[in-house]
């Protein structure tokens, strides 16, 4: 049984394009986080939600917009993709903020943007 | 601006000797520190963390040392086995706000 699950696993789109990530988490966990792997591989977080609050926002284009429907789903809806936005991303969540286990990642979704 | 760094983007090692990885951070504020452990076409998974009041944390074969005066945290691999190939992240946070990666250290593990 996934722990925490992301679909699609891959992702290929045009320019301009609306998509979305979905997350889902079965581990009771109150956090969910996304991340995105940029092309020089450092991973950097992008949002976090805790108990359906959100709680982190970063410097990210508002056309990248969280939904979290429950606390163990954190959905991810990009509007008018561009070409910058091709990396892979990365859900995880996390109980306690990550305290002494760490966060549990999915297996990540790579989007390629055409 | 990268506030967690690692510098060495691969790493190889015979089978049986010891692995040494490590990652240099930037602000002096982060008090908790994690190593993830990434195998292809999946996710990081949690490996061994540490806090900033303790310089040393151990896990059976792995172990992480953090020196707060160099900022500077290493992970060692006792004896490394085939199956520990695979990339290394380290994380640093403050607060459990949130944490910041490195880029990653691949660890080759020859047999």
């Known amino acids: 049984d996934t722990a925490v699950s992301q679909t699609p696993k891959y992702l290929v789109t045009q320019m301009g394009n609306d998509k979305s990530i979905k997350c889902e988490q079965n581990l009771g966990h109150d956090t969910m986080y996304w991340y995105k792997q940029d092309s020089k591989k450092f991973l950097k977080i992008m949002f976090s939600y805790n108990n359906k609050e959100l709680i982190i926002n970063e410097t990210v284009p508002n056309r990248f917009s969280p939904k979290s429907p429950d606390k163990a789903h954190l959905n991810l809806h990009i509007n008018s993709l561009e070409l910058g936005d091709s990396a892979v991303y990365f859900c995880?969540?996390?109980?306690?903020?990550?305290?002494?286990?760490?966060?549990?990642f999915g297996s990540g979704t790579r989007l390629t943007v055409v | 601006d990268q506030q967690v760094k690692q510098n060495s983007p691969s790493l190889s090692v015979q089978e049986g000797r010891i692995s040494i990885l490590n990652c240099d951070y930037t602000n002096s504020m982060f008090d908790y520190f994690l190593w993830y452990k990434k195998y292809p076409a999946e996710g990081p998974t949690f490996l061994i963390s540490?806090?900033?009041?303790?310089d040393k944390n151990e896990d059976g074969r792995f172990t992480v040392f953090l020196n707060k005066s160099a900022k500077h945290l290493s992970l060692h691999i006792v004896p490394s086995q085939p199956g520990d190939s695979a990339v290394y992240f380290c994380a640093a946070g403050y607060n459990f706000n949130k944490f910041y990666f490195g880029s990653g250290t691949k660890l080759n593990v020859k047999p």
């Open positions: 540490i806090s900033s009041i303790k």
């Open positions: 995880a969540s996390s109980q306690d903020r990550g305290r002494g286990v760490g966060y549990t």
